[in-house]
């Protein structure tokens, strides 16, 4: 239930009382706020970063915009450029601005925690949106089964290796996300057990930074003297940074992917990528526009479930969604359902290889 803030420098209870229930406007210059609607009260969601993916303000952004307007519940979108004390900031202004149920997707778990202790005790509640906060107190947590995305990467990757003997690399998201932790070891469950398959190189990539992953890559492939049949990389970022090193080398394995964003859709036609894992923004967005507005009318939210903070050592009540692995077989519905612009992925080149793989 979500209790009525009251904002403490106003000047009477009862102004602030009526302010708060409309939920008092508040934007900055890279927020986007809706407003009117038949949900009392606002919700805020900091976006991490804008480096990391595309996704966060290619995808997410205008599906939460769309999905609050069409709830009709005020909100205030905003990016934390990847910077944790500026999350930080974006948070408390925001619940000074009448947010009143807060949704964030943490750069770190320690940093995500401190704002959620912040909000609790201002009377707001939190949602973790994508990524769980470990040691956090989110009373939900919305995404897509991270573990079931790393199965997915896993099977991919056996499929377009088969079963011959392969050496493989790793190149795991950031050691601060726990998303990565899971698709790492949804991957792992599956590669594993597959006999032929030598794990020789496996690295984190902080922050899933482009730049870095091409650095560590390289030391990688260095190290393994390019005898590397085969590449785990967590997302579409890290795809490519793996990518531009094999095509430096003459070289074209099987590489996983994450995010089905318009450089891993283009590398999978040209064959430089043997597939990714598409989270439609527009089911992640609903979900959480779903549940956000349930705790703003002070109704329970569905769940699916509840996922362990092993942390702080509790069951989070949890709304997780199927991801959808990607091929050249199926890469036209991600077009077809909207999720990308075939004039974004059909450029250049990939013109030819989109109408051979049946995009209009
Ligand atoms: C993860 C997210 C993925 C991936 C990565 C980089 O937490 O679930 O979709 O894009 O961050 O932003």
């Known amino acids: ?20 229930a409309c939920g008092g406007g508040s934007s900055s210059s890279d ?9 009392s009260g606002k919700i805020g969601v900091i976006l991490p970063d804008t480096t990391s993916s595309p996704r966060w303000e290619s995808a997410d952004r205008p599906q939460l915009e769309a999905a ?8 205030d979108i905003q ?21 009143t149920v807060l949704a964030i997707v943490n750069l770190d778990s320690a940093s995500g925690a401190a704002i959620q202790q912040q909000a609790k005790k ?37 499929k377009c290796l088969g079963a011959t003997q392969a050496n493989i690399a790793y190149l795991n998201g950031s050691p601060d996300d726990n998303n990565a932790t899971l698709f790492s070891s949804g991957a792992h469950a599956v590669l594993d057990k597959v006999s032929t398959y030598k794990k020789v190189a496996e690295q984190a990539v902080p922050k899933w930074d482009p730049v870095q992953a ?7 492939y ?12 967590a997302n579409d970022t890290l795809a490519n940074a793996a990518i531009q090193t094999l095509k430096r080398n003459n070289q074209k394995v099987p590489v996983t992917g994450q995010d089905a964003a318009v450089q891993g859709l283009q590398n999978i036609l040209s064959g430089d990528q043997c597939m990714t894992v598409w989270k439609p923004a527009d089911g992640e967005a609903k979900a959480l526009s779903e549940t956000a507005i349930a705790l703003l009318k002070g109704e329970t939210p569905k769940t699916t479930g509840t996922v362990k903070d092993t942390e702080a050592n509790r069951d989070v009540k949890s709304i997780l969604l199927d991801p959808i692995s990607v091929t050249k077989d199926n890469l036209a519905d991600v077009i077809s359902k909207g999720a990308q ?18 995009i209009k």
Do not use: H, P, W
């Open 1 to 20: 239930m979500v209790r009525r803030r009251t904002l403490a420098t106003a000047f009477t209870a009862g102004l602030v009382f009526a302010l708060a």
């Open 31 to 39: 927020s986007s706020s809706s407003s009117g609607g038949n949900a």
């Open 68 to 75: 609050f307007k069409a709830a009709g519940v005020e909100s």
């Open 79 to 99: 990016n934390a450029g990847g910077d944790a004390q500026k999350m930080q900031t974006i948070a408390q202004q925001m619940i000074t601005g009448g947010v």
């Open 122 to 158: 201002q009377g707001v509640a939190t949602i973790d949106y994508d990524r769980l906060t470990l040691g956090g107190s989110a009373d939900y947590y919305v995404s897509y089964d991270n573990n079931q995305v790393g199965q997915l990467q896993g099977d991919g990757l056996q």
């Open 214 to 220: 091409q650095t560590i890559f390289e030391q990688l």
């Open 222 to 233: 260095t190290q393994a003297a390019g005898n590397i049949q085969g590449v785990y990389a």
């Open 341 to 358: 612009k075939a004039s974004d992925v059909c450029t250049g080149d990939y013109a030819a290889m989109c109408t051979q793989a049946g």
